[in-house]
């Protein structure tokens, strides 16, 4: 669903939106592509967007813009490799060209079935593939990081940026460990962004109808919510586990940042945030 949200959210006029990712909309496919130029239907999936009771589809667009913003902060600092975690649909190295114009290796790790539907995607929608990125098929249930990546060509001692997006909250708190303390020993000035869910959601004791609302709507979809974070603990939870906090992003954080003007209106799911914090040396 987050490739539709960022589809859609590219149909709005170029003043409201908040994030643009026609890459999206490439992804989507010819069928998509003939929909998204009758105005009127495209307006009526902004409005049925708009009316999630949860707010969780206006948050994954802001989600997008945050990322995006800080990891031309991380090009602009040097980053040599970029690793995305559970990359799904992320379209980030096809949009960023200055990845490949810097020689910024990107390599994508997710599920092996989504990665082969992924790259056929690509392949369909691009013609063909940046040469400085990598697919890593990986079962973050079974396999481990610091087994695949080194094989894929990831180079340990390089300042590294790693993105993961939308995945935490369907891993186990194992598997989060792992992923963090694989991460927590790569190269000096290596960061980390993700987001998380706040831990009331997932055990249900936030006594909020947007998040039972998301609660079932991902039981359902067969994606239970497994793993969240108390709120106003992550810089802790991150010190424990080899990180320094660099900004930990509310929903209302994002709200004031990116929704000026019309987009004053649109509600943001308010348990979750987004998490930035470098390795510590």
Same mark, same amino acid.
């Given at each position: 669903?987050?490739?539709?949200?960022?589809?859609?959210?590219?149909?709005?006029?170029?003043d409201e939106q908040v994030c643009s990712d026609t890459i999206a909309s490439s992804?989507?496919?010819?069928?998509?592509?003939?929909?998204?130029?009758?105005r009127i239907v495209t307006r009526l999936l902004i409005r049925s967007v708009d009316?999630?009771?949860? /707010?969780?589809?206006?948050? %994954?667009?802001?989600?997008?813009?945050? @990322?995006?913003?800080?990891?031309?902060?991380?090009?602009? !600092?040097?980053?040599?490799?970029?690793? @995305?975690?559970?990359?799904?649909?992320?379209?980030?190295?096809?949009?960023?060209?200055?990845?490949?114009?810097? /020689? %910024?290796?990107? #390599?994508?790790?997710?599920?092996?079935?989504?990665?082969?539907?992924?790259?056929?995607?690509?392949?369909?929608?691009?013609?063909?593939?940046?040469?400085?990125?990598?697919?890593?098929? =990986?079962?973050?249930?079974?396999?481990?990081?610091?087994?695949?990546?080194?094989?894929?060509?990831?180079?340990? &001692? =390089?300042?590294?940026?790693?993105?993961?997006?939308?995945?935490?909250?369907?891993?186990?708190?194992?598997?989060? !460990?792992? +992923?963090?303390?694989? #991460?927590?020993?790569? /190269?000096?000035?290596?960061?980390?962004?993700?987001?998380?869910?706040?831990?009331?959601?997932?055990? /249900?004791?936030?006594?909020? =109808?947007?998040?039972? @609302? =998301?609660?079932?709507?991902?039981?359902?979809?067969?994606?239970?919510?497994?793993?969240?974070?108390?709120? &106003?603990?992550?810089?802790?939870?991150?010190?424990?586990?080899?990180?320094?906090?660099?900004?930990?992003? +509310?929903?209302?954080a994002l709200k004031d940042a990116y929704f000026g003007g019309k987009g004053q209106?649109?509600?943001?799911?308010?348990?979750?945030?987004?998490?930035?914090?470098?390795?510590?040396?």
């Amino acid at each position: 669903m987050t490739l539709t949200y960022r589809a859609i959210e590219s149909l709005r006029p170029t003043d409201e939106q908040v994030c643009s990712d026609t890459i999206a909309s490439s992804f989507m496919g010819a069928l998509w592509s003939r929909i998204a130029r009758i105005r009127i239907v495209t307006r009526l999936l902004i409005r049925s967007v708009d009316r999630d009771q949860s /707010g969780s589809p206006t948050f %994954v667009v802001a989600r997008t813009r945050y @990322i995006d913003d800080f990891l031309k902060l991380q090009i602009e !600092d040097g980053i040599k490799q970029l690793v @995305i975690l559970g990359g799904g649909y992320d379209s980030r190295a096809y949009r960023f060209t200055r990845l490949q114009q810097g /020689g %910024v290796r990107v #390599i994508e790790v997710d599920q092996p079935y989504t990665q082969r539907l992924k790259v056929w995607t690509v392949g369909k929608a691009l013609g063909s593939f940046p040469k400085n990125v990598v697919y890593v098929p =990986l079962d973050f249930a079974i396999e481990k990081l610091a087994v695949k990546l080194p094989k894929a060509g990831y180079q340990g &001692n =390089l300042k590294t940026l790693f993105i993961w997006e939308g995945v935490t909250m369907y891993l186990t708190a194992e598997a989060v !460990d792992q +992923t963090l303390a694989f #991460i927590a020993s790569s /190269g000096e000035g290596s960061c980390i962004v993700f987001d998380y869910l706040f831990e009331s959601v997932v055990d /249900g004791t936030s006594g909020s =109808l947007e998040a039972e @609302i =998301l609660r079932r709507s991902c039981a359902a979809m067969h994606e239970p919510l497994l793993f969240g974070i108390e709120d &106003n603990t992550i810089e802790r939870f991150l010190s424990s586990r080899g990180f320094s906090l660099l900004e930990n992003v +509310t929903s209302k954080a994002l709200k004031d940042a990116y929704f000026g003007g019309k987009g004053q209106q649109r509600k943001l799911f308010p348990l979750q945030a987004i998490a930035c914090a470098r390795v510590r040396r």
